[in-house]
């Protein structure tokens, strides 16, 4: 959905893959700390519960309910902004520099005549020619 909206641009094709994979990796960020800072704040009052001044827990969802009652539903996402801030460029950086670096080497490696199909018609071909039946017949290729 990312590139469709970077096609706009005027921009290189490898270009438009890395924002929009970058867009696509802050965005994933940013929808995955919802739910694993959470956690974190659980793991971590776990940890520090033998600590002297530190509450005792019976398991996981004893947490919860006392971090609820005493702090609010914001006690479970305590750090959620600088973890946003650290991962969601760090993950925006990584899925852009993937997204760059699959795409030069499909072009480059397999799909010189900038075909965007032309490596899956490669493969789709095998897969219905008659080499393909011969190869699963006589079990070549086949891993076990």
């Known amino acids: 959905m ?23 990796g802050l965005m994933s960020s940013i ?9 974190d704040v659980i793991c971590q009052r776990l940890m520090v519960q033998g600590l002297p001044g530190m509450a005792t827990y019976r398991g996981p969802f004893d947490v919860i309910n006392k971090v609820v009652r005493t702090e609010g539903i914001r006690g479970l996402y305590r ?11 760090a993950s925006a950086l990584w899925w852009s520099a993937y997204g760059g670096a699959q795409h030069a080497i499909w072009r480059t490696c397999c799909c010189p005549s900038n075909s965007r199909n032309n490596c899956w018609c490669l493969l789709v071909d095998y897969h219905h020619s008659s080499r393909y039946h011969q190869d699963s017949a006589s079990g070549y290729g086949q891993l076990w």
């Open 31 to 39: 929808c995955s700390c919802s739910y694993f800072v959470p956690l």
């Open 79 to 89: 750090g959620f902004g600088i973890t946003m801030l650290t991962q969601s460029p």
């Open 2 to 24: 990312t590139f469709k909206y970077c096609e706009h641009f005027d921009l290189s094709e490898a270009s438009q893959i890395a924002i929009a994979n970058g867009i696509a």
